[in-house]
């Protein structure tokens, strides 16, 4: 048995320790966004995040995971800037790499606001329908957008709060 945090909730995952988490996610969980693209691992359409890093569910076993927090692409229920931008720039065309990017660059502007043109270049995922360009765009305006919402949330905080948090 497999204990994880999926998507915010507690789940005992009682399968095979050497089940991918793909599989897991898919057949056992219903969660079927993250997709089953190749069978070795260059398609990275099967991301999803564990402790907010992105993996490849098709490469990763449960055995793997005890205690781990997944997210798939259902946990940002739509409400993720980097959703938004997807809708906005009209970034994806057959849909099947979406869920996987989505969740890649969600993790990329975690720690990288103002990505340049070679970080969006290495994220690792494919898309055979060539939406790069579509993609890139959604990058830029998520990172926009999360900068704003950030600049928003810093002034709307009293100031006391700020100088104790350096702003
Ligand atoms: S399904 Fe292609 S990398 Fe996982
Ligand atoms: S694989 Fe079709 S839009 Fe990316």
Redesign the pocket.
């Known amino acids: 048995m497999t204990s994880i945090l999926l998507n915010g909730d507690p789940v005992r995952l009682r399968l095979d320790p050497e089940m991918p988490l793909l599989f897991a996610l898919r057949d056992a969980a219903n969660l079927t966004g993250a997709k089953h693209g190749c069978d070795d691992g260059s398609c990275h359409a099967c991301t999803v995040l564990v402790d907010g890093r992105p993996v490849r569910g098709c490469q990763m076993q449960l055995r793997e995971l005890e205690g781990a927090v997944v997210t798939t692409i259902e946990g940002l229920a739509g409400r993720h800037p980097v959703q938004q931008a997807w809708i906005a720039e009209d970034a994806?065309?057959?849909?099947?790499?979406?869920p996987g990017f989505i969740l890649a660059i969600s993790a990329l502007l975690a720690t990288n606001g103002n990505p340049s043109d070679a970080d969006i270049a290495a994220i690792p995922n494919a898309?055979?329908?060539g939406?790069a360009p579509g993609i890139a765009r959604a990058v830029r305006r998520a990172a926009a957008e999360m900068s704003r919402q950030q600049r928003q949330q810093t002034a709307s905080q009293p100031a006391q709060t700020r100088a104790e948090a350096g702003n």
């Open positions: 994806g065309r057959c849909g099947f790499c979406d898309c055979p329908c939406a």
